[in-house]
């Protein structure tokens, strides 16, 4: 079998090469630095340093939400049909009493009002019941949201990695020093190696002179 041969690549092709792998690197970190500049998230902006850590923020906050609302719907629930019950075992006894020939006629004129009452408090628990079902059921979407956000999360950074390691290793010499070039090829799962930060990868594409 023929070996495949492979030839020097020319100077100028590796030039551009760095530059294009530069560019794409710098776009990527830029998209990502962006991703938290909505003012209706400026307060979590604030305190998370990187994009990737407000996208799992975001995810963090969909999922606690959710937590809440379950929790609220399971706690009311019970109360509710506790309510229900009450007001049909009265509803019961009024209505036995109602036929009682004994019973004074302002009395029966409370009984009314009382009965048509009892029947809408069960009437509205129906109703208030089958709502908090819903959004029981509703809440299944954090499960998803907060899946998908892992998803990019991983994505965005297992790519921006990658780029930075190919613009790396395509430095022209004396770009980088060489303990901080096997630090940042190394990654943060190695022994010695470093996970980057947003200003760290700032820092990088500016000594690269992107």
Same mark, same amino acid.
């Given at each position: 079998?023929?070996?495949?041969?492979?030839?020097?690549?020319?100077?100028?092709?590796?030039?551009?090469?760095?530059?294009?792998?530069?560019?794409?690197? &710098?776009?990527? #970190? !830029?998209?990502?630095?962006?991703?938290?500049? /909505?003012?209706? =998230?400026?307060?979590?902006?604030?305190? @998370?340093?990187?994009?990737?850590?407000?996208?799992?923020?975001?995810?963090?906050?969909?999922?606690?939400?959710?937590?809440?609302?379950?929790?609220?719907?399971?706690?009311?629930?019970?109360?509710?049909?506790?309510?229900?019950?009450?007001?049909?075992?009265?509803?019961?006894?009024?209505?036995?009493?109602?036929?009682?020939?004994?019973?004074?006629?302002?009395?029966?004129?409370?009984?009314?009002?009382?009965?048509?009452?009892?029947?809408?408090? &069960?009437?509205? #628990? !129906?109703?208030?019941?089958?709502?908090?079902? /819903?959004?029981? =059921?509703?809440?299944?979407?954090?499960? @998803?949201?907060?899946?998908?956000?892992?998803?990019?999360?991983?994505?965005?950074?297992?790519?921006?990695?990658?780029?930075?390691?190919?613009?790396?290793?395509?430095?022209?010499?004396?770009?980088?020093?060489?303990?901080?070039?096997?630090?940042?090829?190394?990654?943060?799962?190695?022994?010695?190696?470093?996970?980057?930060?947003?200003?760290?990868?700032?820092?990088?594409?500016?000594?690269?002179?992107?």
């Amino acid at each position: 079998m023929t070996g495949i041969k492979t030839s020097a690549v020319p100077t100028t092709n590796n030039a551009a090469v760095f530059s294009r792998l530069g560019l794409i690197v &710098r776009d990527l #970190h !830029d998209a990502l630095c962006e991703l938290g500049a /909505d003012e209706v =998230l400026a307060d979590a902006v604030c305190e @998370l340093p990187s994009a990737r850590e407000r996208l799992l923020h975001i995810g963090e906050l969909t999922e606690r939400a959710a937590n809440t609302v379950l929790n609220k719907v399971e706690h009311v629930q019970p109360i509710q049909d506790a309510l229900a019950s009450d007001a049909q075992q009265l509803q019961q006894q009024w209505q036995a009493m109602a036929g009682d020939t004994q019973v004074p006629e302002q009395m029966k004129s409370l009984m009314a009002q009382t009965l048509s009452y009892l029947a809408q408090a &069960r009437e509205g #628990h !129906d109703i208030t019941h089958a709502a908090l079902s /819903d959004i029981m =059921l509703s809440q299944d979407f954090q499960d @998803l949201t907060g899946q998908l956000i892992k998803k990019v999360v991983s994505v965005l950074e297992r790519t921006e990695n990658d780029l930075l390691k190919l613009l790396i290793d395509a430095a022209p010499p004396g770009a980088l020093s060489r303990i901080n070039k096997d630090e940042l090829l190394a990654g943060p799962g190695a022994a010695g190696g470093v996970a980057l930060k947003q200003d760290d990868v700032d820092d990088l594409l500016a000594n690269l002179g992107f």
